[in-house]
């Protein structure tokens, strides 16, 4: 059957109109589909951003390193001094202790806080220094001889032979300390140490 002109324009306009129905919009949140991969998350504004999988750098990193700071490494090294004493020094003396008896053998007799101010110590720490070393013997305390009413410290026989055996060995410490310094860096650190101390 013939159709009329009119009828063609109808059907001819059907066929180039777009489709009055929308595709119903994809669901935002987790189910959501693309159809192309998304771009990776970055730090800046634009589109030219980095991955989130490399991990960002410290806010601070660079402008402070622990392990290089004078104090830590004094420590550190302190630290190690004390273990070498525990290992090496006669008589299980302590750093303080031996410091106690060497200054005493040097000079002979002192007060207890003249004594501490010599090898650095307060009031407190001497006190409690001394009490153990007289109460192994090592120490005695007698009146002033030119003040009856001060008191100083001295060595006892028995403390006389640790400090002569303890004196030995302390050299060696030091030896142990420094031994992969050369004879030169050894003067240096010495020289370095009284100057930062004043």
Request: aromatic fraction near 4%.
């Amino acid at each position: 059957m013939k159709r009329s002109g009119a009828e063609d324009n109808v059907l001819s306009a059907a066929r180039t109109r777009p489709s009055s129905k929308r595709m119903p919009k994809a669901r935002t949140g987790q189910n959501r589909l693309s159809a192309t991969p998304p771009k990776p998350a970055t730090g800046r504004r634009g589109g030219d951003r980095t991955p989130q999988s490399v991990p960002r750098r410290a806010k601070h990193s660079g402008h402070f390193v622990l392990e290089e700071q004078v104090g830590f490494l004094l420590r550190a090294a302190s630290q190690r001094n004390t273990v070498l004493f525990a290992q090496m020094m006669v008589a299980g003396l302590t750093r303080v202790q031996f410091a106690t008896m060497a200054k005493l053998y040097e000079i002979g007799h002192c007060s207890q806080n003249e004594l501490g101010r010599l090898i650095l110590l307060d009031r407190a720490t001497i006190k409690g220094v001394v009490n153990r070393l007289r109460k192994r013997g090592f120490i005695r305390v007698r009146p002033d001889a030119d003040d009856r009413r001060q008191h100083v410290l001295g060595l006892t026989e028995g403390g006389q032979k640790v400090v002569r055996r303890a004196v030995v060995v302390a050299p060696k410490i030091t030896e142990q300390m420094l031994e992969h310094l050369n004879p030169a860096e050894r003067k240096q650190i010495v020289a370095l140490l009284r100057k930062l101390l004043g």
